[in-house]
């Protein structure tokens, strides 16, 4: 999932720059009336939106290889470009033609005028973000050296281009010809075919096979011909036009519905990111029914909304054809098109039209919320902090990280970056294996804002941090791997568990400071003694109790602010209003299972109020791996105090 989230991230690169793009175009189209009556503003407005929309493959390919690299270079972006090169060139027609043997490149397989398409942009950024991140530090002999190191990049990729290039001359024509023929049968099945038809056209969208099956539709490969018949007014009246009419609902209110949504559910640090990208993608959808922008803002991040956008397309196309309605499109199946065709002979009952992209407003913009609220689906906004990473455009971290310093400080302090031979976190806590944990200096990992050590035995080592030790143990990474310098002058963190030198007031003894909570979870109530987990026992992250789950979802114990949530799932820190900050964890160890059986139900910064579902488990999977199922519930900030439960 992590590998989709940044995908969809680096194509918000180049897919940014489309809907400026698509509204020249559109304007064109427009002003030389759907390309009737051309002239000099029509044909430069076109030119430069063209420029840009005609080439949008190239620009993925440039962008992904630039998104996906580990750090952004322009070396990444190069060898993006020499992916493009290599592939599109060798499979061009001409080229093609040399191969085969034939003589006139018109007989050429008709698959290769199709290789320019945004799947095949796709597979170079990643050729090219793939070459970059394992060369780019390659050391050749003294005789080679000129070629060692980023130089070695564009080499590499275009050797790894031409076995793709392989590939895919002996595949994209059987996956092409394929789809002609399946589009030919579906044509047999009415209304139910144009629905199917829809939904496969935008469910090969993110692959640019879509193309295919239009040809079959919109042109005469299989004597539909239904868009050029459109245009020419010569088509038969209530039949032509039903291969394009369910498009414009969907295109001109369903996907601002759906942009809506996701802006509205985007998180409140994010909203000005997302109102940039959704905007401009809702507007380019509307008035010309380019939808590129807005789709890949969220195919790729959450698929299950574009599914269920496919599956919506579908429905609105079988709709159109049942009613019926009949309208088609020169440019594509936004507002422009809708004015430019309405009084089109072929156009029949256009006024329906708006009706229906009404009602696909509402029900696109119910779901989108619904599933993305409900799933928690990372749509433009809600992506997770470490996929926004260092080095592009989504980077906030200040260039004095205080993460750094501390986690420079707890190298040292585990006896030097060769002693760590594994580095891990879960929810509070570093675990990692050390090569000798004699070398490991308890006293300094204090003072450096550890809130306690923990040796369970061999050469495993815990140290305690608290709900931020994600971001240390990245930093860490970063230092051992040496791709950052240590700021020098930043002071680390405090813990957030007792300071070093005090003692943890457990539960079981006076406290100056009452916490009274609802239940967080069905169970029984026990001491925090009784978890079979020194760092909870012993009160090493704090004072609290614990759980022994009946239940299977952990609800709010009282108003507060979701401080922190984890991508396995299976913990959650909340901060209540007078600024009491608690952690809920379920099970012991269960970081393990990677998420597996557990479904955190908010986001982090999320206001909740008391029974707010907040994350849901499967007690069976947790016991069948062998995890405790016992859940701490700990206040972090105050060392003092003693939590009961109404």
Avoid at 93 to 100: K, Q, S
Avoid at 204 to 227: E, Q
Avoid at 256 to 265: I, R
């Amino acid at each position: 999932m992590k590998f989709l989230q940044r995908l969809g991230r680096s194509i918000m690169l180049p897919v940014a720059v489309l809907p400026v793009a698509a509204i020249l175009s559109g304007l064109s189209y427009w002003i030389s009336n759907g390309g009737k009556s051309p002239n000099l503003v029509s044909a430069f407005l076109g030119a430069a939106g063209g420029s840009l929309l005609d080439n949008m493959a190239l620009l993925f390919a440039v962008g992904i290889a630039l998104g996906m690299a580990q750090k952004s270079d322009g070396t990444s972006a190069l060898a993006g470009l020499v992916s493009w090169l290599v592939v599109t060139t060798l499979l061009k027609p001409e080229t093609v033609a040399l191969y085969t043997g034939v003589a006139d490149v018109n007989e050429v397989d008709p698959a290769f005028l199709k290789v320019q398409n945004v799947f095949v942009g796709i597979i170079c950024g990643l050729i090219g973000a793939y070459c970059y991140n394992k060369f780019k530090d390659t050391k050749l002999p003294d005789a080679l050296s000129f070629f060692s190191g980023k130089r070695s990049v564009a080499i590499v990729t275009a050797g790894a281009s031409l076995v793709v290039a392989v590939a895919l001359f002996f595949v994209w024509p059987w996956v092409y010809g394929g789809l002609v023929t399946f589009g030919e049968w579906i044509v047999t099945l009415g209304p139910f075919g144009t629905g199917i038809y829809g939904f496969l056209n935008r469910l090969l969208i993110p692959v640019g096979l879509h193309h295919a099956l239009n040809s079959v539709f919109w042109f005469d490969v299989a004597g539909i011909n239904d868009l050029n018949n459109f245009l020419s007014g010569e088509g038969t009246y209530g039949v032509t036009g039903q291969y394009m009419t369910g498009f414009f609902p969907i295109m001109m209110f369903g996907l601002p519905g759906a942009a809506l949504a996701m802006y509205l559910t985007a998180k409140t640090t994010r909203k000005k990111l997302a109102y940039g990208i959704l905007l401009g993608g809702a507007i380019s959808s509307f008035f010309v029914g380019v939808t590129e922008p807005l789709e890949f803002a969220f195919m790729f991040l959450a698929p299950v909304l574009y599914l269920v956008h496919a599956i919506f397309t579908g429905i609105s196309m079988a709709i159109s054809q049942i009613l019926p309605v009949r309208m088609g499109f020169g440019f594509s199946g936004g507002f422009i098109d809708l004015v430019l065709n309405w009084m089109n002979p072929m156009a029949q009952n256009p006024w329906l039209i708006p009706v229906m992209g009404v009602f696909w407003f509402f029900i696109y913009f119910v779901v989108f919320y619904f599933f993305i609220k409900r799933f928690n689906l990372k749509t433009p906004g809600r992506e997770d902090d470490d996929i926004l990473g260092e080095g592009t455009e989504y980077d906030t971290h200040a260039a004095d990280d205080k993460y750094l310093v501390t986690g420079s400080r707890f190298i040292d302090a585990l006896g030097g970056k060769d002693n760590i031979l594994e580095l891990e976190n879960c929810a509070t806590r570093l675990r990692m294996e050390i090569d000798d944990p004699s070398k490991v200096d308890e006293t300094a990992l204090k003072r450096a804002g550890a809130a306690g050590t923990m040796k369970p035995g061999g050469k495993s080592v815990q140290v305690v941090y608290g709900t931020n030790v994600q971001f240390v143990k990245d930093a860490m990474e970063q230092i051992i791997a040496g791709d950052v310098a240590v700021p020098a002058g930043a002071a680390p963190e405090p813990a957030i568990a007792p300071a070093a030198g005090t003692t943890a007031v457990l539960t079981d003894t006076p406290a100056t400071t009452t916490v009274t909570l609802r239940q967080p979870l069905e169970g029984r109530v026990v001491p925090l003694s009784a978890v079979p987990d020194p760092t909870f026992a012993q009160g090493i992250m704090g004072p609290g109790v614990a759980i022994e789950p009946t239940g299977d979802t952990v609800v709010a114990p009282a108003d507060g602010t979701i401080g922190a949530t984890f991508d396995s799932s299976h913990a959650v820190a909340l901060v209540l209003g007078d600024g009491t900050e608690l952690l809920i964890h379920v099970g012991i160890d269960t970081v393990g299972m990677k998420g597996d059986g557990f479904q955190t139900l908010v986001e982090k910064g999320q206001k909740v109020t008391a029974g707010t579902p907040l994350l849901r488990f499967d007690l069976a999977k947790i016991e069948a791996a062998g995890h405790p199922s016992i859940t701490p519930v700990i206040v972090l900030n105050n060392e003092n105090a003693a939590v009961t439960f109404e």
